[in-house]
Nanobody, 125 residues
């Protein structure tokens, strides 16, 4: 059974940066997404990337500040978080779904098959 493991979360001041990583096991081709959930709020889409990295999608709230990427040789995905704001505080989860079309990068959480346990990002002064 493939699984995902996030790392890189932490406490950062407003305006700061973090880089989250998502290490994946398994050999299937997969699209990867990042989602986040703050206390008392529903899970929301953050970003997604296709298997061959030619398609990326971002939530409007993070566009221009966050960058999703991946290194298939290392079976790892990344989410670079810049210009962080207190409202970015949440648990961040990576997710993966096996793909047939390599340029597919879904934004809907229910599509994803495998989820990590999450890493906490706290933005506070």
């Amino acid at each position: 059974q493939a699984h995902l493991e996030e790392s890189g979360g932490g406490l950062v001041q407003p305006g700061g940066s973090l880089k989250l990583s998502c290490a994946a096991s398994g050999s299937d081709k997969y699209a990867m997404g990042w989602f986040r959930q703050a206390p008392g709020r529903e899970r929301e889409f953050v970003a997604s990337i296709s298997w061959n990295s030619d398609v990326t999608n971002y939530a409007d709230s993070v566009k221009g500040r966050f960058t999703i990427s991946r290194d298939n040789a290392k079976n790892t995905g990344y989410l670079q978080l810049n210009s962080l704001k207190p409202e970015d505080t949440a648990a961040y989860y990576c997710a993966a779904v096996s793909v047939v079309f390599e340029s597919w990068a879904p934004k809907t959480g229910s599509v994803y098959e495998i989820w990590g346990r999450g890493t906490q990002v706290t933005v506070s002064s």
